[in-house]
């Protein structure tokens, strides 16, 4: 980051607090941090503090004279390595989604020749609003960055997606901009408009208030997934089980434990157009769930399992269904054979299978594609390429089935 050029725009948001601890990691990795606050913005924090936090002066006015000589508001849009926008309202969003520049901010916003990376941070409703997933969706066709929004408590008390992604996360999509790459290997926007949701990672399904049943999965194909359809364009919501990895930039994640939570969070997010359950749910669960810890005697505990829902085959037949359904299969024999059974009894429209042994928990993945029309096998690669890959692949077969 030392020596880059940041150009920061501040929004008018009860978030806007959380951009000065932003400013502050920015300084401390030598990054260059040049603020510009809407007048919104200058309700929620100051401008005395933002400029004792920067190396720079904020810039708050359009028709500034002394400005105006001084830099000149396209070349302050021009200047930086990085355009950041945080917290990016609702309003902000608006504006650049349909062009209009009546501010500084958004004048800069539309001026600007640089990558720009918004961190969105509004009430559920507002994130929700079909004008902002209007918005939403255009900007990330144009090629605009987004990191978060995150799901949790809001400050107006009310619970969902909307709260803007904590500093360390907005840092760190800012070093991946600024590294460019964001775009690896993606031709173009292949999922631009889309709406798609991923389940990622185990569940853990309790068996006292201490021990669960749960797998290997560590998540990071179903994540690399979610953060490749965000890159290719997509709105993308992810649910993930307990996993040791980040939440990926410009993705709402859900974090649930168990497979009726994941069910009940990929229902609520419905209706999507593409679904990717990476997940690898628990098939069962204990029959009870042991109110106390389990003690233990002379006698080993026999436990009785049942059957958890099958998340890809309610999706792949509920009525909101997306338009194309992926399933992954994780075999340890027949990998072929037992993807396309399970392409037929589950009614999705391709199915990943992967080789568990050699694929849980590993940072590469060697996948055969299995659809109606056939199969094909891909070279082993990093998982991330694997979804950027397969992030295309998808692309492709959606326009195809528009097409006709
Ligand atoms: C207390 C309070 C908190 C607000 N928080 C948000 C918010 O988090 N996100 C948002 O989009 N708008 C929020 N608003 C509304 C914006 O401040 C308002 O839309 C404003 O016009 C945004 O201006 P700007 O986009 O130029 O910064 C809030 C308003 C108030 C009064």
Same mark, same amino acid.
Not at 127 to 140: D, G
Not at 142 to 159: H, I, K, R, S, T
Not at 339 to 354: E, Q, T
């Given at each position: 980051?030392?020596?880059?050029?940041?150009?920061?725009?501040?929004?008018?948001?009860?978030?806007?607090?959380?951009?000065?601890?932003?400013?502050?990691?920015?300084?401390?990795?030598?990054?260059?941090?040049?603020?510009?606050?809407?007048?919104?913005?200058?309700?929620?924090?100051?401008?005395?503090?933002?400029?004792?936090?920067?190396?720079?002066?904020?810039?708050?006015?359009?028709?500034?004279?002394?400005?105006?000589?001084?830099?000149?508001?396209?070349?302050?849009?021009?200047?930086?390595?990085?355009?950041?926008?945080?917290?990016?309202?609702?309003?902000?969003?608006?504006?650049?989604?349909?062009?209009?520049?009546?501010?500084?901010?958004?004048?800069?916003?539309?001026?600007?020749?640089?990558?720009?990376?918004?961190?969105?941070?509004?009430?559920?409703?507002?994130?929700?609003?079909?004008?902002?997933?209007?918005?939403?969706?255009?900007?990330?066709?144009?090629?605009?960055?987004?990191?978060?929004?995150?799901?949790?408590?809001?400050?107006?008390?009310?619970?969902?997606?909307?709260?803007?992604?904590?500093?360390?996360?907005?840092?760190?999509?800012?070093?991946?901009?600024?590294?460019?790459?964001?775009?690896?290997?993606?031709?173009?926007?292949?999922?631009?408009?889309?709406?798609?949701?991923?389940?990622?990672?185990?569940?853990?399904?309790?068996?006292?208030?201490?021990?669960?049943?749960?797998? @290997?999965?560590?998540?990071?194909?179903?994540? /690399?997934? %979610? $953060?490749? +359809?965000?890159?290719? !364009? &997509? =709105? #993308?919501?992810?649910?993930?089980?307990?996993?040791?990895?980040?939440?990926?930039?410009?993705?709402?994640?859900?974090?649930?434990?168990?497979?009726?939570?994941?069910?009940?969070?990929?229902?609520? @997010?419905?209706?999507?157009?593409?679904?990717? /359950?990476? %997940? $690898?749910? +628990?098939?069962?669960? !204990? &029959? =009870? #769930?042991?109110?106390?810890?389990?003690?233990?005697?002379?006698?080993?505990?026999?436990?009785?399992?049942?059957?958890?829902?099958?998340?890809?085959?309610?999706?792949?037949?509920?009525?909101?269904?997306?338009?194309?359904?992926?399933?992954?299969? /994780?075999?340890?024999?027949?990998?072929?054979?037992?993807?396309?059974?399970?392409?037929?009894?589950?009614?999705?429209?391709?199915?990943?299978?992967?080789?568990?042994?050699?694929?849980?928990?590993?940072?590469?993945?060697?996948?055969?594609?299995?659809?109606?029309?056939?199969?094909?096998?891909?070279?082993?690669?990093?998982?991330?390429?694997?979804?950027?890959?397969?992030?295309?692949?998808?692309?492709?077969?959606?326009?195809?089935?528009?097409?006709?």
């Amino acid at each position: 980051m030392k020596g880059k050029r940041i150009l920061l725009v501040i929004g008018g948001g009860i978030a806007a607090y959380k951009v000065l601890e932003l400013i502050r990691r920015l300084r401390e990795q030598d990054a260059s941090v040049c603020p510009v606050m809407t007048k919104a913005a200058r309700e929620f924090v100051t401008l005395l503090s933002v400029a004792a936090l920067s190396d720079s002066r904020v810039f708050d006015n359009l028709f500034s004279l002394t400005d105006e000589t001084e830099i000149g508001h396209i070349e302050l849009s021009r200047a930086a390595d990085l355009v950041v926008v945080a917290p990016a309202t609702a309003d902000l969003l608006a504006k650049l989604a349909h062009g209009l520049a009546d501010d500084l901010a958004s004048t800069l916003l539309l001026a600007t020749d640089k990558k720009i990376l918004v961190a969105p941070a509004m009430n559920v409703r507002m994130w929700e609003n079909p004008a902002t997933r209007r918005n939403v969706a255009s900007l990330r066709h144009d090629g605009v960055l987004f990191v978060g929004p995150e799901v949790g408590d809001m400050a107006c008390g009310e619970y969902g997606a909307g709260r803007m992604s904590e500093p360390a996360a907005i840092l760190a999509a800012i070093e991946d901009a600024l590294r460019g790459d964001t775009r690896i290997a993606l031709p173009g926007q292949p999922l631009a408009g889309r709406r798609v949701i991923v389940t990622s990672g185990p569940t853990r399904e309790p068996i006292d208030p201490l021990r669960y049943l749960g797998n @290997a999965s560590s998540g990071k194909q179903g994540h /690399a997934i %979610a $953060a490749a +359809a965000a890159r290719a !364009g &997509a =709105e #993308v919501v992810l649910v993930s089980g307990p996993v040791a990895l980040p939440d990926p930039a410009g993705v709402v994640t859900h974090h649930v434990t168990t497979a009726a939570e994941m069910l009940a969070a990929v229902e609520a @997010a419905l209706p999507a157009d593409l679904f990717v /359950a990476a %997940a $690898a749910v +628990a098939d069962w669960r !204990g &029959a =009870e #769930v042991a109110p106390q810890k389990l003690k233990k005697g002379a006698q080993a505990p026999v436990l009785r399992l049942v059957k958890n829902p099958d998340i890809l085959a309610r999706v792949a037949q509920s009525p909101a269904r997306p338009r194309l359904v992926v399933g992954f299969a /994780a075999e340890t024999e027949n990998l072929i054979d037992n993807a396309r059974a399970k392409l037929a009894a589950k009614g999705c429209d391709v199915i990943v299978a992967n080789d568990a042994g050699e694929a849980v928990g590993q940072d590469e993945n060697q996948v055969t594609i299995a659809t109606r029309g056939g199969t094909e096998t891909w070279p082993r690669m990093r998982k991330d390429h694997v979804a950027l890959k397969l992030v295309a692949y998808l692309g492709k077969l959606m326009e195809a089935d528009r097409a006709q």
